[in-house]
């Protein structure tokens, strides 16, 4: 089993914490191997929104070089751990500056049906925010599963005590068993919605063969209502909302 960290603070203070002891406490479920990206070791310039990743594809992006040993992690894992302290109640501009250079991913979503976990420590505020922009982000690249730890610290220090070693222990133990057992979650109606409208989006470029398009064809989702079966009723909502969206933007030209 591999996992990413994608690490957006620079102490290995607080937030690391978190991430050390989600390893060592996966660690004690199996084998598992980590590789970290640290946002602020990246010297990634900003997005320059020139649409190269959009439409001829992300080897065209200008920080492609840089871009392409981080993409290759993630593609290559089975899971993610992404990771920021808060700074001004979000993540951090290195981590987010990441997160833009990826924004195809939410068009190409390279994840499918893998697992996450979005991990955010705070002084006071901005937490939860934080971890649920994550996991909204880490679901927008195809993961059915993300978990979430937001933790404030108040003191200047974290200290793990018993409660969170728990809690972690139990994200850990799920997280373990849901890549080790391949399990596949029903979708949300959230993450159902961003699947049948990418579809219908992928779907739009068929005459013209954008990439999007090309990457849908070539793994069957276009036939598909989710990443992996799924039953009544979601199938029937997907079909509907994917019409609705084709619907949309033909209507719109
Ligand atoms: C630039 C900066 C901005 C911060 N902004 C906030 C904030 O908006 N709200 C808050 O409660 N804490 C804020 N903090 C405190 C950190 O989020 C908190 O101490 C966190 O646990 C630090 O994580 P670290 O030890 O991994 O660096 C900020 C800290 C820094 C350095």
């Known amino acids: 089993m591999k996992l990413v960290i994608l690490y957006g603070g620079v102490r290995k203070k607080n937030t690391y914490k978190l991430v050390e002891t989600l390893k060592e406490e996966l660690l004690a479920c199996g084998?598992?191997?980590?590789?970290?990206?640290?946002?602020h070791d990246l010297p990634l310039p900003y997005c320059n929104s020139c649409y190269s990743c959009f439409f001829e594809g992300e080897s065209d992006c200008p920080h492609?070089?840089?871009?392409?040993?981080?993409?290759?992690?993630?593609?290559?894992?089975?899971?993610?751990?992404?990771?920021?302290?808060?700074?001004?109640?979000?993540?951090?501009?290195?981590?987010?500056?990441?997160?833009?250079h990826l924004s195809f991913v939410v068009h190409r979503?390279?994840?499918?049906?893998?697992?996450?976990?979005?991990?955010?420590?705070?002084?006071?505020?901005?937490?939860?925010?934080?971890?649920?922009?994550?996991?909204?982000?880490?679901?927008?690249?195809?993961?059915?599963k993300v978990y979430?730890?937001?933790?404030?610290?108040?003191?200047?220090?974290?200290?793990?005590?018993?409660?969170?070693q728990k809690k972690i222990k139990r994200i850990a133990g799920r997280l373990y068993d849901d890549i080790a057992g391949r399990k596949m979650y029903n979708p949300s109606?959230?993450?159902?919605?961003?699947?049948?409208?990418w579809k219908a989006v992928a779907e739009m470029g068929k005459e013209e063969g954008t990439v999007d398009y090309i990457y849908w064809r070539d793994?069957?989702?276009?036939?598909?209502?989710?990443?992996h079966p799924i039953g009544f009723p979601k199938n029937k909502i997907g079909r509907l909302v994917y019409k609705m969206t084709g619907f949309g933007m033909r209507k719109k030209g």
Do not use: C
């Open 219 to 227: 793994r069957g989702w276009l036939k598909e209502d989710y990443f």
């Open 189 to 197: 109606l959230k993450n159902l919605f961003y699947f049948s409208i």
């Open 64 to 100: 492609a070089e840089i871009l392409k040993p981080v993409l290759e992690e993630i593609i290559g894992s089975d899971g993610v751990i992404m990771a920021s302290p808060v700074y001004s109640l979000q993540i951090s501009a290195a981590l987010k500056n990441i997160i833009d």
């Open 31 to 39: 084998p598992v191997e980590f590789s970290e990206i640290r946002a």
């Open 109 to 144: 979503p390279v994840m499918a049906n893998k697992k996450g976990v979005a991990i955010s420590s705070t002084a006071g505020a901005g937490h939860k925010k934080a971890t649920s922009y994550m996991k909204e982000i880490l679901h927008l690249w195809g993961m059915d």
């Open 148 to 164: 979430s730890l937001p933790v404030r610290v108040a003191a200047h220090e974290l200290e793990i005590g018993k409660g969170l």
